[in-house]
């Protein structure tokens, strides 16, 4: 990838850090907020989301010191926000075939931070035949299982087969995606390799499968303003061997950024009142950390060790 590109991916990225750096106390839990929370969409998914996209700027460390700083400083309030990992243990324990704990704990894990608890309720779990067998999306269960690898690396499971059992791994007619399966392909992907950590972990139907459909994906929600799920799908780029799509891609997402590093999910007019301008867009930011973080990493050669 060309230098002009690796500069305005690490932009994009770079500013969306610093506008979801700046915004975070609108991703606060309620006050009074209890593991029997209504709407885990409201605060709860995008805390985890945050985590997430920090963790992957310090596994990385291709960041410049502020962005490092600010993406430590992410981790801190998050972590904070979830008591150092007590309220993901006690959702976890209440509700011991719910995996959104798990999951999001891994992206702590990630980023250096552990809740002894939470490692043993962990390890109890994958021993369960109940556990193991919840009936969820395909590529969920690829989520599960990344999780379980990230918090324990002696953790094994059967890949080949979970990669089977989903959208992407029959390599099915390319014309028949629709905007849910789009997004369900980049999770596939990005469960597989450990958002591009582990590159081989692709089946090699897949990949060939991505490299021919991949760019005409990205070209039809580039085409419809879908900055969102073009964001998803240049992470999918990054997690290749290779990158496989338009580069001029990265420069729309960059003409689509305000000034400020919002990046808007589609085409629609962005609320002015903050609050829900963050809702609204939390998300598209997360998205275009990663993307830009994980491409520049790539690029570089810098794939992080398999745990």
Known sequence: MNP??????????????????????????????????????????????????????????????????????????????????????????????????????????????????????????????????????????????????????????????????????STPEPWMIDWMTGYHLTHAVFHLTDWGARPDGLPEPVVDYLRTWLPVWADVWQEVAQWDLLGELLIVDACLREPVCDPGSWERLAQAQHPDGLLPRDAEPVNEDPRRAFKDNEHTAVVAIVAGTVTLARSLGSAPAAG
């Open 4 to 169: 002009e590109v690796l500069r305005t991916a690490h932009g994009v990225g770079s500013r969306a850090l610093a506008w979801l750096h700046g915004s975070r106390a609108f991703g606060s839990l309620p006050p009074g907020t209890d593991i029997e929370f209504s709407d885990p969409d409201n605060c709860y998914k995008p805390l985890g989301e945050t985590a997430l996209a920090a963790s992957m700027v310090l596994r990385e460390g291709v960041a410049g010191p502020g962005e490092l700083t600010a993406a430590q400083e992410l981790l801190d309030f998050t972590w904070e926000q979830f008591r150092a990992g007590d309220f993901l243990f006690d959702r976890q324990v209440r509700h011991p075939l719910v995996t959104d704990p798990l999951e999001t704990y891994a992206h702590f894990v990630r980023g250096g931070y552990r809740n002894r608890s939470l490692d043993e309720v962990a390890a109890h779990l994958i021993s369960l035949d109940s556990f193991r067998a919840v009936e969820m999306m395909p590529n969920r269960r690829l989520a599960v299982a990344n999780a379980n690898r990230v918090i324990n690396p002696d953790y094994r499971c059967d890949w080949a087969a979970l990669a089977a059992d989903t959208w992407l791994g």
